[in-house]
């Protein structure tokens, strides 16, 4: 008997459906789902997994928290033990039957530790077993009958290195979140993490706020018009685009006529390229800016994948090799009902040229499209991230687009004033990819010489604006520049941040208990708050990969930085615990008391335990609201419009955060009710 062993069990399905040409039949068995079926007169079954079989702990006499100091974690011994019993149990029980197994799981470095860990335990229950990997990028009939046609062995190496990213980040989110938990009494749920992936990126989101909270702004006026000639308006504005001082702008705006002279017209073409392929950081940013979260753009993205409808999205690379049969993949396209016609445009060109990202690796192609689905085939947000990949990789083998600048010099009572339009006259392949696409702002056909109406004047008081807080699609492209984290782990580390009630809101604002966290180990464990150092465990897990460098000595080399840094805290543990408590504190103020002006504050009732807002003020001032009782609550910093109470945002695991006014007799409440 041959039996295939995937990842999960929608991808054991859909081997299975594949292999066997839909003839496969299917039987619970612990944990999972069995398919079977008969190739060549042999059995073949097929059995998913649920992710990692394995987990990683420290023995069980390091486990209570209160008794372990979490300096001893730093050399403690690492075991592994299973996930699920009673799937590890059924698996053993179908490798004694085999006489070959096939690993059939992504094919990454968290992929390839799995499939290494199911080896393991494969050969624990029968040491004879023929072991083989089967290698796939997209779970298409043609991807699969190849994979399992010619089939690969197991990459110890990169193994290897997904295991010393488990152990690293085991052993450093353990040592740090207990101490700074212990070191604050904040335990059970309400524990304070901190880890060498979350530190750093948490650090990105609160330097910018500190740069938001330093912001001086600037006063400077603006002088705009509106012009119209020919039936048709548009606006100007004063060459001098910002008046330092109001004096001036006003002195420009008083010699204004109703006339306006055109002095010059320029003109200049511009070409925009088209976007390079799809990766794992690129399609989040783009998933992010069409208001997909990163989390829950890959979840959808995997469903996709497993179920033969893009490839494999968890990729570094920006270049299709020339393996990838692009018009193949056209042609499935052209399946589509909405991306189909513009597929079969380009099935219609002699040559296809696709364009070329800077990341280059070979274990998968950029992510793609593999069938033509029709729109009410899909959930909307399953359409929406379909369209999102279709359309990109269409991009990808589209012309560049062209587009016209024009610039219009006018002289208003001897004051100069510069219009500008900006026009597509080639949308290029903007056609295929709408998302990027601007405007058009059109003017007038100008001479030098013309006369044109002014039909309005506006001078208007401005300010200078802070740097803009990041949105989780930034946030993740700014983890790939610094080296943070993987393209598999990055989203994960910003759902994480939210769920700890680090951080809320979009864009992303961080709380003041992640502001005191930060800035804790800013002041007293720099390196847990840079990225350097994690960047560099990055390179040395890399260098795993191509053999350089052994497991033991990666994860050696990152205990003894840990080491180090733990006992720089341990002496300066009474101050850090004194700076996050405060930072605790501030996130119990909920906002302006409605009734004194006051602070409201969560508070808990002696009897029940349950929590509830009350004026800080009291006894003189006994205004409460309700609470949720469950989830993080965070002030938002702003009073409702409606009755004026703080306004709050509710964070629950696994939820969509929730806004709302702390008033339970707010119109707004009675509004929603209705």
Known sequence: MKLIVTEKNQTAQRIASILSGGKNTSEKAPGSTVYSFRENGEEVKVVGMRGHVLQVDFPEEYRTWQSVEPRSLVDADIEKTPKVKTLVTALKKLARQASEVVIATDYDREGELIGADIMDLVLQANPDARISRARFSALTPAEIEEAFGNPDTVDENLAKAGEARQDIDLIWGAALTRFISLATTRLGQKFLSAGRVQSPTLAILVDREKAIKAFVPEDFWQVRVTCEYEGMSFGARHKTERFSDEASAAAAFKALTDRAEVTSVSTRERTINPPAPFNTTSFLAAASSIKVPPARAMDVAESLYTRGIISYPRVDNTVYPDSLDLREILKDVSGSDVVGPLAGELLGRKELKPTRGKKFSTDHPPLYPTAGVKKGSLKPQEWKIYELVARRFLATLSEAAHARSTRVDLDIGSEPFVARGDVMVDEGFLRCYPYSRKKDEELPDLSEGDVVRVVDKMMEAKQTQPPPRFTEGKLIERMEELGLGTKSTRHSIIQGLVERGYAFGSPLKPTETGIAVTQALERHATMVTTPDMTSDLEKDMDSIVEGQQSLESVVGRSREALGNILDIMEKDKEEISREIREGVRGDAVLGE??????????????????????????????????????GSIIATGEPCEECGSPRIKVLSKGSKPWELCLDPQCPTKIKAEK
């Open 593 to 630: 008391c409605p009734g004194c002006g006051g602070e409201m504050r969560i508070l808990r009732a002696r009897k029940s335990g349950k929590r509830f807002a009350g004026c800080g003020g009291y006894p003189d001032c006994s205004v409460t609201f309700p609470l949720p009782q469950k």
